[in-house]
């Protein structure tokens, strides 16, 4: 028996990890003697350390008695440990040194993980390994975790994807899978609900179910010395995973459910269970059959399902998907966005779909398939630790042999007609559940509600007479293969030599208001390239504008996608234009030999822009759908919506930006941008693998193709202003939340400092890293107010102020500002045990300085840095500066932002609190004061009023 075990070491000893040729990382993997298997990852140059667990228990593990238990377990293992028995201690200590940590759980699989910064890698590994050693599961903390889980479902409740996934799974009947998987106070709170979750944990948290991976600056052997010191204690129990039932149909035929969704959609979404375990999509990963039949029928050129969707008025978007829980538990799902038209012809949608699901899968779409991940893997560039050790450790479980894992998702070596085939064969109308989810077409005419989200749906089981119904429709001629990719091949020629070298932006282009600045790669060998576009407009923030940036937002894939913008998103091309507060960007990552090609073709619609009646009437519908949508976002979301819209000089109410939607004609949306674009400036950044001649003939392009365009003067651009609160005075802000059924509460608290300094902001970044943890220990952990508590610093519009963001189901916004305001006044004690300690407070502001300079990995990763740095402030060193003013700053320093800015005692506070209310509270007509402050209460619709009285700081920034 000792020999065998030797000889398996050995044999393990063997496994050489494959490597991309551009990864300098150093990777090991063992089988400890517990059975755990591990990764250790050594990178030399990271600042920051990570670890992640996983365990291939997950949801489909519940007790059909007591749902949610899996994800109850995962909570509570953060809670106290035999040699850590402080609840937070874990959690402390982590935000202390600048990181991170997180745990989740999905059907098949629970997730722990953290990131710290590499100093105090072994002490974090210490306190993390002991969850899975020597967890307490205190009685008392029982109860408290029970609320966070429970409000955390209610904050899902009102989220579609969520109240989609539950009403689909639940007609499996029987199965595991049909069960509520998070689990809230009508699961859970039972008198034995401790010794349900411990005897869950005794069951299934087995060292031999369990994967590693460490990710560290230390050398493999110091690595590997720290897997076994701290994750071979964890026992292995030689359970196994249970074995679960097939996915299949349990009803008696297939099923169509009309349900009545939060938001306004129409869409049909149809999931085809696959119990093959041959055809496992996550095990079949060299082939990726999956994969390649879901690009096929989600692609959206010529011939697709979606052109032809499209072509008709039919839909607004599809979608095709794959996914494994277990071998014998795929799903195949496809979702498809209905416009008005399409909602009227829902028989033809369905017609077409199983029309498009005959074609045969030509070869080409592998090759294109293959083309792309050799030349990722060969280009592979690193990402965050955590992501890696994510990643890692959920590889670990779906190869074939350890020596995959990193190429796990570039493994493309032969073509599989045949298992496509099979894959095809399950896309029958007899084998899916098709879930109608329409905001128009069932509303009052449900008879059923699922008892968790309360979702209201009609269930009817499918029949011949619908299949033959769907079979009747004439064959579309229109519908057929999609052509090959004609920006096939890449040319992924590097441009500059990799010494190494850090390279920041510099301006290399200035002409007739366009502005550009260059960096060229000397770092990460990416044959990709970063450009980032602001438009700097004269006009914006108003309800006008930002109607006509979201109209032009929805234009560009109306009419660019199917000739050029998905053919480029297939190729890793990624393109967002985006509307922020503080201004519009077109944001772009790709190839180099296609970046510009494609932005070329973009700004040429942009700046000759038009559109036929029909690609108005559906961009119109389209913003109006997002616009009602956006009534049913979370309320924290809204509250800090409405607290912008009276803090700056950039927003506008959402009722008034529907209304004008209304009105607009297609002749005033291109009168408007026409307008527009004949006086705006560009400021472009291109970082990368581009070059500078590259980068200058893009700036050029603005001058010599867009002659109708002139530069506008500086004074004349749109700047984001803050406005300057009244000192001595809360103001605040109450409203009713516009969805009827939505039960949370919500506030949006924020403490205004002042103008931008350089040492304001310092100042303010290390009095944030003690305040985060602490507020969220207070309100979320000790008095478990809800599942979303943060208090984070807010310096956008050249101002700074320290925002408080809680969202409740149990407690008002009014005892949310109480608890607030007296946690405010206890913090002084906190800060003052830095006084008492200056080694701690020492180690805070290295800490901090840490966190705020953490070394990019990757081009993508470097270039948005300096993106940020140059939207914050205008400058690409600034994280420089920012570490120097971090370690310049005192305690005093500290204490005295506290007193001035922050203590409810100051006479200098200055509060904006924006306050949202389910309908089916009592909005009271006061707060409570505190001490000589004044109480300001605004009404509806005061915003302008507010912002004219009280003006705005200044807009020039001062480093």
């Known amino acids: 028996m000792v020999e065998q075990q030797q000889k398996e070491q050995e044999e393990i000893k063997e496994v050489k990890l494959i490597q991309s040729p551009n990864d300098n990382n150093k990777y090991r993997y063992l089988k400890l003697k517990n059975d755990l298997e591990v990764v250790l990852v050594s990178d030399e140059t990271t600042d920051q350390s990570s670890c992640c667990l996983a365990i291939n228990i997950g949801s489909l593990c519940n007790p059909r008695e007591i749902e949610g238990l899996a994800h109850f377990l995962e909570h509570m293992l953060f809670l106290g440990t035999e040699k850590f028995p402080v609840e937070k201690e874990f959690v402390n200590f982590i935000y202390l040194n600048g990181g991170s940590y997180n745990g989740t759980t999905s059907a098949n699989k629970t997730n722990y993980y953290f990131s710290v910064n590499q100093e105090s890698f072994e002490e974090a590994l210490d306190r993390f390994s002991s969850f899975f050693i020597s967890p307490l599961m205190n009685k008392d903390a029982v109860n408290r975790e029970l609320n966070a889980v429970d409000s955390e479902h209610n904050n899902n409740m009102q989220k579609d ?10 007609q499996f009947e029987g199965h595991p899978l049909s069960m509520f998987f998070t689990g809230d106070s009508s699961t859970l709170k039972r008198d034995d609900i401790r010794e349900k979750v411990v005897e869950f944990y005794n069951s299934f948290y087995s060292a031999n179910l369990m994967k590693v991976c460490i990710f560290g600056r230390e050398s493999l052997d110091q690595l590997e010395e720290y897997a076994n010191k701290y994750f071979l204690p964890i026992v292995n129990k030689g359970v196994q995973v249970p074995k679960l039932p097939a996915l299949t149909i349990t009803s008696k035929s297939s099923v169509m459910i009309e349900a009545e969704p939060t938001q306004d959609m129409d869409l049909l979404k149809f999931v085809f269970p696959i119990p093959d375990e041959k055809l496992c999509f996550s095990k079949n990963y060299k082939n990726a059959s999956s994969t390649i039949l879901s690009h096929v029928l ?3 050129c010529e011939g697709s399902l979606f052109s032809v969707l499209f072509k008709k008025d039919y839909a607004f978007s599809l979608t095709s998907s794959s996914n494994s829980f277990y071998e014998n538990m795929n799903r195949f799902e496809i979702e498809i966005y209905l416009t008005k038209t399409g909602l009227e012809n829902v028989d033809e949608v369905i017609a077409l779909l199983f029309q498009s699901f005959e074609f045969d899968v030509p070869e080409y779409f592998f090759k294109e398939k293959k083309l792309l991940s050799e030349i990722n893997w060969r280009s592979f560039q690193k990402s965050a630790p955590a992501n890696t050790t994510q990643a890692i450790t959920s590889n670990l479980f779906r190869v074939e042999r350890p020596e995959d894992t990193l190429k796990y998702n570039n493994f493309l070596e032969k073509f599989a007609p045949e298992e496509i085939k099979a894959i095809q064969s399950y896309l029958r109308p007899d084998n899916m559940i098709c879930l109608f989810y329409s905001s128009t077409k069932f509303k009052g005419k449900t008879s059923e509600v699922e008892p968790h989200y309360k979702i209201k749906f009609n269930k009817r089981y499918l029949d011949q007479s619908d299949f033959d119904k769907w079979k009747s429709f004439p064959k579309n001629t229109d519908l057929f293969v999609p052509k090959e990719n004609p920006f096939l091949p890449i040319d992924t020629t590097i441009k500059a030599p990799q010494d190494h070298t850090i390279h920041i932006p510099k301006e290399v282009y200035n002409k007739n208001g366009v502005v550009v600045y260059h960096s060229l790669d000397h770092r990460f060998n990416s044959p990709k390239a970063r450009v980032n576009i602001r438009f700097e407009l004269t006009s914006y923030g108003n309800n006008q504008s930002m109607v006509m940036w979201n109209l032009l937002k929805k234009s560009l894939k109306e009419v660019l996608n199917e000739k050029i913008l998905y053919y480029l998103s297939v190729l890793d091309f990624t393109m967002k234009l985006q509307i922020l507060t503080t201004h519009v960007e077109l944001q772009c990552y790709s190839f180099n030999d296609i970046i510009f090609t494609a932005l070329g073709k973009v700004f040429d619609f942009l700046m000759n822009l038009d559109l036929n009646d029909m690609q108005f009437k559906r961009i119109k519908e389209k913003v109006a759908k997002r616009f009602l949508g956006s009534h049913h976002l979370s309320p924290y979301q809204i509250s800090i919506r409405h607290c912008s819209l009276h803090t700056f000089n950039c927003n506008s109410m959402l009722l008034d930006k529907q209304e004008y939607l209304k009105k607009v004609t297609k002749s005033d949306f291109l009168n408007y941008f026409r307008t527009l674009f004949s006086y705006l400036n560009f400021s472009i950044m291109v970082v990368g693998n581009a070059s500078v001649e590259d980068a200058c003939a893009f700036g050029e392009r603005f001058n010599s193709s867009y002659t109708n365009r002139n530069s506008a003067c500086p004074g004349d651009v749109f700047k984001l202003a803050r406005v300057n609160l009244p000192s001595n ?6 409203e009713y939340l516009y969805d009827g059924n939505q039960t949370n509460c919500s506030s949006t608290i924020s403490f205004f400092v002042g103008q931008f300094t350089r040492k304001t902001y310092a100042t303010t970044l290390v009095l944030s890293a003690i305040l985060g943890s602490a507020y ?30 809680v969202q409740s189901h149990t407690k008002t916004p009014e005892e949310i500002f109480d608890s607030t305001m007296d946690f405010f006044v206890e913090f002084e004690k906190t800060l003052d045990y830095f006084k008492t300690n200056p080694s701690d407070f020492k180690d805070l502001i290295e800490n901090c300085q840490k966190q705020n300079t953490v070394k990019q990995q990757s081009n993508s990763a ?22 120097e003013d971090i370690g310049k700053i005192t305690f005093d320093d500290v204490k005295q932002y506290y007193l001035d800015h922050l203590s409810p005692n100051t006479a200098n506070l200055r509060i904006f609190a924006a306050h949202c209310y389910p309908q089916s509270y009592q909005i009271p007509d006061d707060f409570k004061t505190f001490g000589d402050t004044k109480i300001n209460l605004l009404k509806k619709n005061e915003h302008d009023n507010f912002r004219e009285n009280h003006g705005y700081l200044s807009t020039k920034v001062n480093l």
């Not at 994807?161 to 639940?170: E, F, G, L, Q, T």
């Open 729 to 734: 005075t809360i103001t605040h802000q109450k």
């Open 776 to 805: 969220f220990e207070e309100l979320r952990t000790k008095k478990q107010f809800g599942y979303v508590v943060n208090c984070a610093p807010d310096c956008s519009g050249n101002g700074i102020s320290m925002r408080c963001i």
């Open 298 to 300: 989600g692609h959206e």
């Open 161 to 170: 994807h969520w109240r989609m996934d539950r009403i689909v799974n639940d």
């Open 862 to 883: 470097q270039s948005s840095l300096y993106w940020s740095f140059f939207v914050f402030c205008g400058d690409f060193e600034f994280e420089k500066k920012k570490f």
